[in-house]
Nanobody, 117 residues
Framework: QVQLVESGGGLVQAGGSLRLSCAAS????????MGWHRQAPGKQRELVAS???????NYADSVKGRFTISRDNAKNTVYLQMNSLKPEDTAVYYC???????????WGQGTQVTVSS
């Protein structure tokens, strides 16, 4: 079992920046994918960005050029730097960890990001 602890959410004005962090602990399989999804009220959860332990990244089209995902494998921590935030980025952001061998996915508790116009 993998536990995820997120931090860094909050309230920011449009055009501002926030940085989310997510630390994983527990049974960490070294080959894995860590990433962020988000869910806005009344909408389905969607992928924001992900990054493999090997460094490959994947971004939603809506955040390309504004958000950057990075990770520190030694600390089992993934980060999401969010710049040029828009009101439509408002959502609960969830960190996730996927074991690339078992395909098991663990989720964090979520952190609220609110962007005011």
């Amino acid at each position: 079992q993998v536990q995820l602890v997120e931090s860094g959410g909050g309230l920011v004005q449009a055009g501002g920046s926030l940085r989310l962090s997510c630390a994983a602990s527990g049974r960490i399989f070294k080959i894995n994918v860590m990433g962020w999804h988000r869910q806005a009220p009344g909408k389905q959860r969607e992928l924001v960005a992900s990054m493999t332990s090997g460094g490959s990244t994947n971004y939603a089209d809506s955040v390309k050029g504004r958000f950057t995902i990075s990770r520190d494998n030694a600390k089992n921590t993934v980060y999401l730097q969010m710049n040029s935030l828009k009101p439509e980025d408002t959502a609960v952001y969830y960190c996730n960890f996927q074991n690339s061998y078992s395909r098991q996915i663990s989720w964090g508790q979520g952190t609220q990001v609110t962007v005011s116009s």
